[in-house]
């Protein structure tokens, strides 16, 4: 009796299934079955989904003669380095402005201690 429901709803599955056009909607969202870890081992990123929330600024290394670098979701960047589909446009002592496209967006240094 089991082997005839197994093989009924296998049955059912390929006739449902069967034009093979089955597309998966992520919702704006990374899709769960593309795999975080390449085959060679390499941690893979998909910096091209980023969303300008998705951007968090670390910290801001100024320097007198203005070759200024910033760490942007622990990368170090500098003056129109690219994350994702934004280039770093500016870096100033407390801020970084980004283009994507002709969007400008502005991240600023939280203030504060612990």
């Known amino acids: 009796m ?12 390929n006739l449902v299934y069967a ?25 893979v ?9 998705d951007l968090s600024l670390e910290g801001i290394v100024a320097d007198a003669t203005g070759n ?4 942007v979701n622990d990368k170090v ?3 129109h380095d690219h994350i994702g589909p934004y280039v770093v446009d500016a870096i100033t002592s407390d801020q970084v402005e980004f ?5 400008r967006f502005v991240l600023k240094i939280k203030k504060g201690g612990m």
């Not at 089991?2 to 599955?13: D, E, K, Y």
């Not at 283009?99 to 969007?103: A, D, P």
């Open 2 to 13: 089991r082997f005839i429901v197994f093989m009924l709803t296998f049955l059912i599955a």
């Open 77 to 79: 960047v500098k003056v």
């Open 99 to 103: 283009l994507k496209g002709t969007q």
């Open 19 to 43: 034009d093979g056009n089955f597309v998966y909607n992520d919702h704006g969202k990374r899709d769960p079955f593309v795999p975080l870890v390449s085959s060679t081992g390499m941690v």
């Open 68 to 71: 200024n670098a910033a760490i």
């Open 45 to 53: 990123t998909y910096d091209e989904d980023l969303s300008v929330n």
